[in-house]
């Protein structure tokens, strides 16, 4: 394969997923200003925890994979939040309820995988 067309390929990857993760994460924000704050504790760490590690994994890593800024790293978040997503939020729900979370947790692993093209601020390191 053209290398130029895998940098690009990686481009619209990491624009794509992070683009549209941020549609599921950005109106979570407001709800750090909810007092109490209302959120799903699925692995027991608290509400407030739980929506700030969500944020974390919804907001600030795809932000830092769109610039392509220690995008591997940033990664590692977003996959996390998206296992937990599809394995202890939505375990019991039909694929169809489940494929989101899914869907975004390969996009992110082929990511970190192979990392985020030179079309980044990061370009072809492999830190």
Do not use: Q, W
Request: with cysteine; net charge positive; hydrophobic share 50%.
């Amino acid at each position: 394969m053209n290398k130029n067309f895998l940098n690009l390929a990686l481009l619209i990857l990491r624009l794509g997923s992070g683009g549209l993760m941020l549609t599921h994460g950005i109106p979570k924000i407001s709800k750090l200003f909810e007092s109490p704050i209302k959120f799903a504790d699925p692995i027991g760490l608290g509400s407030t925890t739980s929506l700030i590690l969500t944020l974390i994994g919804e907001v600030l890593a795809p932000v830092l994979i769109i610039i392509g800024f220690k995008t591997k790293l940033a990664s590692i978040p977003a996959i996390i939040t998206m296992l937990v997503a599809a394995f202890v939020v939505h375990i019991s729900d039909p694929i169809g309820t489940k494929e989101k979370a899914l869907l975004y947790l390969v996009c992110f692993l082929v990511i970190f995988l192979v990392g985020p093209g030179k079309y980044s601020i990061d370009g072809n390191k492999n830190y």
